[in-house]
């Protein structure tokens, strides 16, 4: 992580740092006013990291100064925003908020903040954040003797965090916010890369979306369970990681470890079960068939069903009736397996997530569904109504 740094911003680290959480005794504005060797330190402290920051923001930058832009005084502590200014040839003068969450004598979090970036944003993942903040922590512990500031810890355990990193593993980038403990960060997370956040537990991370790729959707917004840990986390390893996917135009995410409860990424019938791979009906939903749910199929309560099975056809964009249950109204009407449907109310539905076709083909009991089909040639096409039941 750290291999890269000038020797001299390392040798200082173990006695700046030091330096640095003695300023959370006294008011932090109090503190940067005094001209003080302890002063000369903290300034010094707070220019490597300012370094170190900027090059993680934007590497091909140079950066130039930091300054204090603001101290907010919090329960057990305080949060410290620093501005970090330089110039890039890309984009001029650009500037980064880096904050700096000092609580109980320790540096508990460095987060982004705003920034003057308009073609590149702060592009590094999170995890640089933790891998800097376990590198610093573990510089005071050092000098102190891994015994923390007397007075400043009200009980000898160490709070509990809870951590998560959100991650895209597809190729194009993804827009979300993340808001936890009060706080609400706006981030792009770029293909390949993740962020990790974590608070102390017990802490709720929420995170909203948008579920698709095409204009005018509405954001989706999740829950998120984060890692229990009692020591500083470094990497995404040490945190529940959800994945953004992509199905079609639709965006969903998936935790990868499995969390009961957790919704279907593009699915809303659906939610983990209880026992890792199994799947259940989410709230206001009901098996389709209550004899055999090893399919995992539901319905939304006071729904209906055409008696039908659709599968996508792979490659083409077009959907088959794989299957006719006998009795039901698709066998009625002179429905047959192998058929294509083409279009659901009149709406073309080629290329749609599966999902979005079963939702359309389904609807409120006793109403009914208009289906165009044909054979996969394209030949033969025709309009045929069914009652959903």
């Given at each position: ?63 130039e ?8 005084r ?5 949060d ?6 330089g ?54 512990t ?81 829950e ?109 009407v ?9 279009s ?8 749609m ?5 079963m ?9 009914i ?18 009652t959903?039941?």
């Amino acid at each position: 992580m750290v291999a890269w740094l000038p020797a001299r911003m390392t040798r200082r680290w173990s006695h700046c740092f030091a330096v640095l959480f003695s300023l959370s005794v006294v008011p932090f504005t109090v503190a940067w006013g005094q001209q003080s060797s302890d002063d000369s330190h903290a300034r010094g402290f707070i220019h490597s990291v300012g370094e170190m920051l900027f090059f993680f923001a934007w590497p091909s930058a140079k950066y130039e100064r930091v300054a204090v832009s603001n101290i907010v005084r919090t329960s057990g502590g305080y949060d410290a925003a620093l501005t970090l200014h330089g110039t890039s040839f890309l984009e001029g003068r650009l500037w980064t908020e880096l904050v700096i969450e000092v609580r109980n004598g320790k540096v508990q979090n460095l987060r982004w903040g705003r920034n003057s970036g308009t073609l590149f944003k702060p592009g590094q993942t999170m995890s640089d954040l933790g891998a800097l903040l376990g590198e610093l922590n573990r510089a005071y512990t050092g000098a102190k003797g891994g015994a923390p500031a007397r007075g400043r810890v009200s009980s000898g355990r160490r709070p509990e965090l809870a951590v998560v990193c959100v991650s895209n593993p597809t190729t194009l980038p993804i827009g979300y916010r993340l808001s936890w403990g009060g706080k609400s960060e706006v981030r792009t997370v770029d293909p390949g890369q993740a962020d990790m956040y974590w608070a102390v537990a017990p802490t709720t991370f929420s995170l909203t979306f948008d579920d698709s790729r095409a204009p005018g959707v509405t954001p989706q917004t999740l829950e998120l369970t984060g890692a229990p840990r009692i020591d500083d986390p470094a990497t995404c390893l040490d945190a529940i990681i959800y994945d953004f996917q992509i199905e079609s135009d639709a965006v969903g995410v998936a935790p990868r470890q499995w969390v009961p409860g957790f919704p279907h990424p593009f699915r809303a019938d659906m939610m983990h079960g209880g026992k890792e791979g199994t799947w259940q009906c989410a709230p206001g939903f009901r098996w389709t068939s209550p004899d055999d749910v090893s399919k995992v199929d539901c319905i939304k309560e006071g729904f209906g069903l055409v008696g039908i099975n659709v599968e996508a056809v792979a490659e083409s964009g077009l959907f088959r009736i794989a299957s006719v249950i006998p009795g039901g109204e698709a066998e009625r009407v002179g429905l047959v397996a192998g058929l294509i449907i083409y279009s659901v109310n009149g709406i073309v539905i080629e290329g749609m997530p599966l999902s979005r076709v079963m939702e359309m083909i389904r609807g409120p009991a006793g109403s009914i569904v208009r289906m165009g089909v044909g054979t996969d040639d394209g030949e033969s096409q025709r309009i045929v109504e069914v009652t959903r039941r």
